[in-house]
């Protein structure tokens, strides 16, 4: 069968790791693929977590499955996280949460979804946007658009752009918003803005599905949900992928949640019969672990409390990164101003370097970046950030 056909490319962000790993240089960086090291560059287990597991395995008494959407203390406790525990969405039920594997299961599930009953829409999605998006909603069977965003100019939100797309942007269309961290740009609409996007969808008809893979990682649990508020509040259908690989760490247990919000009760109930089918006919039921860790974590005052700090601590890593890379950049007398990098939110940014410099930083000093210029600053530590800018500004000169 597979004589005659030719090999797929690897994947643009995880492949670069599989590069990374083989890569022998003990000096190498990996400011690739969007996951949290410490400054001493490791992933950590966080402590709350670590807890969390310890409980779990004294009493855990059975591995029999899951319900198909997943354990029920898990779907509220995720409803409470992602649209506030006082949500009025949340009082009049009209809303329903599965545990999905990961936010990439999330945005699967949800998008099998909508195809299920809206063959002939679009997907739009931001220009740039996460290389995946295009294809997972490619492989659920959708037409991928894009609409405008991000402007190479300002290094900045181009709103104007932005809003006169989604304007024209038919009824019944399914348009894909990052609720905050934008990925790749690190670039977020304000509050104002927001509304107006959300006032849009709810007059022109076209369905918001929101990507909330770094809840914590802007400026905080509570206000990096206002996206998701306003588009609940509108009371149009709306669809909500959430991930906890990086706000608690837990990438590999592949733990995310798909939240469908409706307009009332009667219609989320019928929302959650379709889900069921969907993730029946694909894996069946979710994996455990991840959730129950989630869920034990935020149903715990002392344990959410310890979260919250865990994740303060690397929100203000991150953003220290920024400013030393913005300091050592100067420092290096590279040209330019890359003040937006402070700006910019969440775990990455969008450098603006070419792909020549991309290019040339990978062969020949070992430092890995996403092909379009998006780093993780979250890659970067006190003790590689002096060779990094270094590199950087070698390459520039190029
Ligand atoms: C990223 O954008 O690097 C992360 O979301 C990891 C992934 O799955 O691509």
């Known amino acids: ?6 090999p797929a490319p690897p994947d643009s962000i995880l492949g670069l790791t599989e590069e990374f790993k083989k890569d022998p240089n003990p000096e190498k960086v990996n400011l690739g693929v969007g996951v949290y090291k410490d400054d001493q560059g490791n992933t950590p287990v966080l402590r709350c977590v670590k807890r969390a597991e310890k409980e779990l395995l004294e009493t855990q008494q059975t591995k029999s499955y899951l319900p198909i959407s997943g354990d ?4 509220s406790a995720v409803q409470r996280l992602v ?5 009025e969405v949340i009082s009049s039920k009209r809303a329903v949460t599965i545990h999905a594997p990961g936010g990439t299961g999330a945005l699967r599930v949800g998008a099998d979804l909508i195809h299920l009953f809206n063959k002939e829409a679009s997907v739009w999605v931001s220009s740039p946007t996460w290389a995946n998006h295009n294809g997972i909603f490619a492989a659920a069977g959708f037409g991928i658009k894009q609409y405008g965003y991000y402007d190479p100019q300002s290094k900045g939100l181009d709103f104007d752009a932005m809003y006169n797309d989604l304007q024209k942007i038919p009824a019944g269309d399914v348009v894909v918003l990052h609720a905050c961290c934008h990925n790749p740009s690190g670039v977020d609409l304000n509050v104002e803005q927001w509304q107006q996007v959300a006032e849009l969808a709810a007059k022109a008809g076209w369905i918001p599905f929101l990507d909330f893979a770094y809840q914590g990682f802007g400026d905080g649990i509570d206000e990096d949900r206002f996206a998701v508020e306003v588009f609940a509040a509108a009371g149009i259908d709306c669809y909500v992928a959430s991930s906890f690989s990086k706000n608690f760490g837990l990438y590999n247990e592949r733990t995310g949640a798909m939240t469908v919000i409706t307009p009332s009760a009667e219609e989320a109930v019928v929302a959650l019969s379709h889900l069921k089918t969907v993730v029946r006919t694909n894996y069946s039921n979710p994996p455990a672990h991840g959730g129950f860790i989630a869920s034990m974590i935020l149903n715990s005052p002392e344990l959410s409390a310890m979260w919250l700090e865990e ?3 690397m929100r203000n890593r991150i953003r220290d990164m920024r400013k030393s890379l913005v300091a050592g950049l100067a420092a290096q007398g590279v040209d ?5 990098i402070e700006r910019q939110r969440g775990m990455f940014s969008f450098s603006g370097w070419s792909d020549d410099v991309v290019s040339q930083l990978r062969k020949t000093k070992s430092i890995y970046i996403v092909g379009g210029g998006r780093i993780n600053l979250a890659g970067l530590t006190t003790s590689n950030i002096d060779a990094v800018c270094a590199a950087v500004a070698e390459a520039m000169k190029q």
């Open 1 to 6: 069968m597979w004589k005659d056909i030719q």
């Open 72 to 75: 029920p203390a898990y779907a």
């Open 311 to 313: 994740l303060a601590e």
């Open 336 to 340: 330019g101003d890359f003040s937006f």
């Open 83 to 87: 649209l506030g525990a006082d949500s």
